[in-house]
């Protein structure tokens, strides 16, 4: 199997995916929830059956137009509008109370937009911290191995590919079914930086014991085999992952839908990256071929 002779055809496939999310993330952005746009989270529930449509008119009649409604099916509802202070929530429930009968008060949390800014930094600082702390750590790991900054370097690309497609990706279920970006998603995002490099980090480590073991001069042939080999592995291992987190998001609910949907997009992208992306690009670094990403040939090698 010659996957890294293929290696540009694969780019190409990652550069698909790449433009794609881009070109959504221009086109619908991002949905952002309660953590990073402000505002208050209501959950209510009530005595008797509540019609949908009745109760968002109502809310839309008490002069909260901008307010987003959503039903759980299992008869609550959940009320995300601007931040309300502790009267104007009272008065809310009050109105709902004379007009739909009693109900009872199962969530409500409120974020100020100075907390909403600190929160969408700290989530920005956290996966950029991640990122550098992977790249040292792997050129550290790699220290002994020829140019070991290349294996960093080409592993924090193929993260940064992972997290740039799953956006773009995540941003397009936005769009089209409304869903937003929370914690959860944070929390998704970072769970397979870690995911996706320990996979990498397989193939990387099969790539430098074929290199001692010394298999071949050409070190094309010493990644394209390392792959070759590692790949019932990863395989295997994101097959598994899959298979969990398809039961997370069919049965565990919408409180974590956003990690598990991030999770499912990451596994199989992180898998795609850790055999096809990765390696290859130690190998166009290896032979200096960067100019064939612009449509320039790579000199030939000594």
Known sequence: MN????RFWLFLISGVL???GIISMSTFGFKSGIEFSSGSMLTVRFETPVDYD???QAIVKLGY????IQS???GEFLIRTRELTEDEKTQLEATLTTQFGKLSESQFYSVSSLVATETTRNAAMAVAVALVGILL???W???KMPSPFRFGTCSVIALFHDVLVTAGLFSLFGGILGWEINLMF???ILTIIGYSINNTIVVFDRIRENQIKGISADFETVVNSSVVETMGRSLNTSITVLIVTMALLLFVGSTIQNFAVVLLIGNVVGTFDSIFVAPGLLVVWDRGEWGRFIGRTAPAKA
Do not use: C, L, S
């Open 3 to 6: 996957i890294i002779g293929k």
């Open 18 to 20: 790449i433009i794609a």
């Open 54 to 56: 009745q109760f968002k």
């Open 65 to 68: 137009t901008d307010a987003i």
């Open 72 to 74: 759980t099916g299992t």
């Open 137 to 139: 750590y792997v050129t």
């Open 141 to 143: 790991a790699f220290r």
């Open 186 to 188: 944070i929390t998704g």
